[in-house]
């Protein structure tokens, strides 16, 4: 299976700019292809990869225009093409009902940077990177490569941080699970209830927020364009990494134990951009990221052998049902914090109670659930 492993880059001044040169290339590249795309009568074929490519790359490079595409590597030129056609492909797949890929949208010059090289614009020397027409870049090797990459996507972020992540192979992991399966229940306050176990708190992001907001105010008074601002803007931008490396780092090692601990993970499948209209509950459900935890469960699961994550759905009556004898007591108010179930008399916290109803529905025990893996 394929995992990436990312490190810190340190670019000279010249290779900064010749990077600068390089996203702004695979920039014009993605969005030239896509403008051409979007140009083209519905009724014409569907033009190919390689198609797309002569288009924007070779046959561009002839023209006045677009000549300086020609002083960069084609190599992230290529793959830049090639990641419209995925984009392309994951919306079509969402028109089919699978996934939920939105139209690919023009690249800007204000988010993320990135380019990716394959094996033919990349070596390992020295403890070094060499990148096509570029030299060798300086890395922070924070853990040792496990095998040959086969690509790397080289990126900068908008706190102006350079990153290597590359793709390799690894072998699959097995390890003895404590437990043949758990149930999640996501949580607003608390991030998550287990049906075995001490509830999951996630980290107080509280102060980090405020200050944010506190700049974002400072910034909204500020002239456009001014130095004081750009300041502001970059210490907003900061601020905002800290707390996605805070959630991040909680996820991942919260995603680790659990996928490590349990054979099978099980939880509700929660389409959180329709969940709710309420636009406060859903900032406080991006701010859980929930779908980032999910996405790291299945990952995790998937380096291993024998771990599932199953996804139930989300019209299950968790909460409305015991978990010891079935019963089904209906919808409960959001403040009922327990129930003693009339019909077996056990008595249950509620966000357990739901917890072990999800294990029980993710690990085949009771019928209708939607397996991922
Ligand atoms: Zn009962």
Redo the contacts with the bound molecule.
């Keep these: 299976m394929r995992v990436r492993y990312t490190y810190r880059i340190y670019p000279n001044r010249v290779q900064q700019d010749k990077l600068a040169q390089v996203f702004g290339c695979v920039r014009v590249v993605y969005n030239d292809a896509l403008a051409w795309v979007k140009s083209t009568p519905n009724e014409e074929k569907w033009p190919s990869n390689g198609d797309l490519q002569k288009l924007v790359i070779t046959q561009a490079k002839q023209t006045k225009a677009r000549e300086w595409l020609a002083s960069v590597s084609v190599v992230p030129l290529q793959q830049s093409v090639q990641d419209l056609g995925v984009a392309f492909k994951n919306w079509f797949a969402a028109l089919k009902g699978q996934g939920q890929a939105k139209f690919p949208r023009f690249k800007k010059r204000a988010n993320k940077q990135s380019a990716r090289f394959t094996q033919r614009g990349f070596s390992l020397s020295n403890g070094k990177l060499n990148l096509a027409k570029m030299g060798a870049f300086k890395v922070k090797w924070s853990r040792s490569l496990p095998s040959e990459p086969s690509s790397v996507t080289i990126t900068k972020n908008t706190v102006g941080q350079y990153h290597a992540s590359f793709v390799v192979e690894s072998e699959q992991k097995s390890a003895e699970p404590l437990r043949p399966s758990i149930g999640i229940d996501l949580g607003i306050k608390v991030f998550a209830f287990p049906s075995v176990g001490e509830p999951i708190i996630a980290p107080n992001y509280t102060r980090l927020d405020k200050k944010v907001r506190r700049f974002q105010k400072r910034l909204a008074k500020q002239k456009p364009g001014s130095r004081r601002r750009e300041a502001t803007r970059l210490k907003i931008a900061k601020l905002q990494l800290t707390i996605r490396n805070i959630r991040k780092n909680f996820l991942h090692v919260q995603s680790t134990k659990l996928i490590r601990e349990n054979q099978t993970v099980s939880l509700e499948d929660l389409a959180v951009s329709n969940m709710v209209k309420n636009r406060k509950l859903s900032r406080a459900i991006s701010q859980q990221g929930w779908a980032e935890f999910r996405a790291m469960l299945v990952s995790k699961a998937a380096q291993y052998i024998d771990r599932a994550v199953n996804l139930i759905s989300r019209w299950e009556p968790t909460s409305q049902t ?1 978990s ?2 079935g ?1 089904r007591w209906g919808k409960l108010d959001l403040s009922v914090r327990s129930v003693l ?1 009339i ?2 008399g ?1 008595e249950h916290d509620r966000d357990q109670n739901a917890a072990k109803n999800i294990d029980q529905v993710g690990a085949g025990l009771v019928h209708d659930s939607k397996c991922l893996h």
């Design positions: 015991c010891d004898c019963f179930c019909s077996c056990a």
